[in-house]
């Protein structure tokens, strides 16, 4: 290897370095524990075209949307996690697309405080590309008493899918809510009882995306995918307890 090619090196090493320190955006003194916990101190980068949508004030801490959108690495996404670093339970999904969805999704979680939400999207050179925002709230939205366990009849709705499958030119985008508790132990006498796994296939049963949810994750929680092409699809899920449920779109 000649000198140039060692310089050009160098400056790399340089340059990935140089992005890699620039500032955490929310300046969460949380951010080196994650880091280490969740994503084995790998390399990482703070970046701004990761997006990742919150509110800027949670009205509702037990229904807290986010949106996290890493289309700008189309074809290069190989897993995306996302936490609330100030949460008790702090997780919220590991999700692995496959290459018939956008890297992209949706979904309602919980909050029991002000905290800074993460999403990690690791690429296909091994890089972990950082998206930040920050959610203000009033708190409490983990330890807050399940609305769906107060309303009559909860048990037989147990695992209902509605949801509907809209065109969006030449692809199309899945809404879809699951009718359940989530229950996430925190309040007294109920232990955790969620959906912990689903995934989405096509018309024959392959495998389109799997995604592992927490106990961070809203009770009746509603998931956004968007599929490339005009496709059926079918979703299927499982509880910690071992319930499975399933619907086409």
Not at 32 to 52: C, K, M, N, P, T
Not at 115 to 122: M, S, W, Y
Not at 217 to 243: I, K
Request: charged share 25%.
């Amino acid at each position: 290897m000649d000198w140039r090619s060692l310089m050009l090196l160098a400056l790399f090493a340089w340059a990935w370095e140089a992005r890699a320190a620039a500032p955490d955006p929310v300046a969460s003194v949380m951010w080196d524990y994650y880091h280490q916990r969740l994503l084995s101190g790998e390399a990482f980068v703070f970046d701004d075209r990761i997006r990742l949508e919150v509110p800027p004030f949670a009205e509702d801490a037990r229904q807290v949307p986010i949106q996290i959108d890493a289309s700008a690495y189309r074809g290069k996404v190989k897993r995306i996690l996302a936490w609330a670093e100030l949460n008790p339970i702090p997780r919220i999904l590991d999700f692995t697309p496959g290459a018939e969805l956008e890297p992209s999704l949706a979904i309602r979680i919980r909050v029991e405080q002000a905290t800074p939400i993460r999403a990690a999207v690791l690429t296909d050179d091994g890089v972990w590309h950082i998206g930040s925002a920050r959610v203000e709230a009033a708190g409490g939205g983990c330890t807050a008493p399940s609305v769906v366990r107060a309303e009559a009849g909860w048990e037989e709705r147990l695992g209902q899918v509605l949801g509907k499958r809209f065109v969006r030119g030449e692809d199309s985008r899945l809404r879809l809510q699951v009718s359940h508790p989530m229950d996430n132990g925190l309040v007294g006498g109920i232990p955790e009882f969620y959906i912990e796994e689903a995934e989405l296939r096509d018309a024959e049963g392959q495998v389109l995306g799997r995604i592992e949810l927490f106990p961070a994750v809203s009770e009746n929680p509603t998931l956004t995918f968007d599929l490339r092409g005009d496709q059926q699809a079918e979703v299927w899920l499982r509880d910690n307890n071992g319930n499975e449920f399933q619907a086409a779109f």
